[in-house]
């Protein structure tokens, strides 16, 4: 029977190494740890354990003390974990059965990671009090001569993992739950700054080493510090295309460069590089310097979900941003291929990947969202529930929802408005009322739709007090503005906003109307239910002149399908009740 070693490397760490080793118990047959200079109880629970306990001082490096614990295993396998790390109960015995399969060398791992620190293991492990989606990790190998880490911050097996005809293989049965993740936590570690600092050290040995900018902007990004972010991505992808092999690549005409075993080790750092910059560029509009680093990276690197996903974010905001119907949809039909095809990378094998839920929960929310406004209202609304359901339950207790189930949340709202399920969505709005405008707006528009003037005016004067905040999804905006001209119609007031409506409202205004149509139009669901009522609206309170104006030549121009429906919702009212 194959022998397994635990690996880790500790510092301080009394509070949690030792729920971490009874996770393991009689699984493997020994633990070795390196201890970095605790001032704690930290050996002392280690050895009552039963594990060989090696010291060495720290100096900057964490590569150096995780190849000294390999090294001193006997093991035929290695498990590396961290101390605020846990195998799940399930974990256990599908280990064992991954290891007797004996047909791979390197093993990824999922790690969920736990929303709170008294979360129960097996609750984060299947979705409950989890943070994102679960993420798959190397951390089980076959002991080699040559296994070992490099890098003195985010350390890794890159190089020996990607060596030729080295296997590697998906183990999802085997869960890790990681208790470090909790914010209050990570904070107090400032694992971020300690990060950064290594990384800058590292910069200067290293000035043309592109994998370090990488792992730099990754940094700042998650700090929150984007303009240090840009400064390294841009240096860093200076440096990439100065390269060499990079220039020879690209110069290739008609072909993309060879993808040897070999060759997927530089992919990596040109991923994490080119994740980071196009992450940037989306998030500041420049859709073109986005466009362009996409291209690059998909020249240099194999087919990956991060890329998928980031040329659907790419395509969403063109989308927004389109003042033709057309391109508009045209955008988001290339969104949507762009998040499909990243779904489609979830049982994948990559070594790594840089955006969180590229291949799950936060790609299938974004797909919901284009099927939302493609007008596929049914399809948008399994997607919406398919992504809740991938997440789990939520517990709001002591923390909030991840920004992705909130979106989620919203979406499926919204998708029961559009499909008329307006019981269902009034009740769960209640859940989505906080500091953002999405769910006073989503209120505004069920209130609507439900025949409910005073309860939207309410709805929506709140959304009014909120909106500087910013919207969760960027397209509610349009939302927002469709329920403030729908208010003001119906209560007879003028009103002035983009979109279809606004478009509306000039038109009955019998104000000048635009040359084109706008972007959206009747196609909209939700549009058309709130411009169907408004006609009902009209005629119920015998004013003719506005439903006049929406069947004229001119309205037909600017907003296509505007008179046939028009003309439906008065020959329904002209029918006589049976």
Known sequence: MATLCLTMIVRDEEAMLGGCLASVAGIVDEVVVVDTGSR??????????????????????????????????????????????????????????????????????????????????????????????????????????????????????????????????????????????????????????????????????????????????????????????????????????????????????????????TARLVEVPVLRLATARAWLDVGAGDLARARETLAVAGRLVREHPDLFFLSGCAAEMEALRADRADLRRDALGRALDGYERALGCAAGVYLQRFIEGSSGSVAEVRRATMLLLLGRADEALAAFDGALAAQGSDSTKEVAPTTSRREAQLGRIEALIAVGDLRRALAEVQGVLDDRPDGWTLAALAAEAAGGLDAMAQWIAKAQQVVDAGFVAPHRRERYHDALVALALQLGKPATAPGPLGTVARIVAGDAVPTDPPARGLEDPLVRGMVRRLVRHWLGKGLVTPVERLVEARAARVLPGIVELTTSVVDELSRPAR
């Open 40 to 261: 704690d109880g930290t050996m002392a629970i280690a050895r009552a354990a039963g594990a060989t306990v090696l010291e060495e001082p720290w100096q900057d490096d964490f590569s150096a003390p995780r190849n000294r614990a390999i090294a001193a295993s006997r093991a035929d396998w290695v498990l590396v974990l961290d101390a605020d790390e846990r195998l799940t109960d399930g974990a256990r015995s599908a280990l064992r059965r991954a290891l007797d399969a004996d047909d791979f060398d390197c093993g990824m791992l999922p790690l969920a990671h736990a929303s709170r620190l008294d979360a129960a293991i097996e609750d984060v492990a299947r979705g409950v009090d989890r943070i994102g989606d679960a993420v798959h990790l190397p951390r089980l190998f076959r002991r080699t001569p040559d296994l070992r880490y490099t890098g003195i911050v985010h350390e890794n097996v890159g190089a020996w993992q990607t060596a030729a005809g080295r296997r590697t293989k998906l183990l999802p049965e085997v869960q890790v739950v990681h208790l470090g993740a909790v914010p209050d936590l990570r904070q107090r570690r400032a694992k971020g700054l300690r990060n950064v600092r290594l990384l800058e050290r590292a910069r200067e040995l290293h000035p043309d080493d592109v994998t370090v900018y990488g792992y730099l902007a990754h940094e700042f990004l998650e700090a929150g510090e984007r303009d240090k972010a840009r400064e390294a991505a841009d240096r860093g992808w200076t440096v990439l295309l100065e390269s060499a092999s990079v220039r020879e690549s690209l110069d290739t005409r008609g072909a993309a460069p060879a993808r040897s075993d």
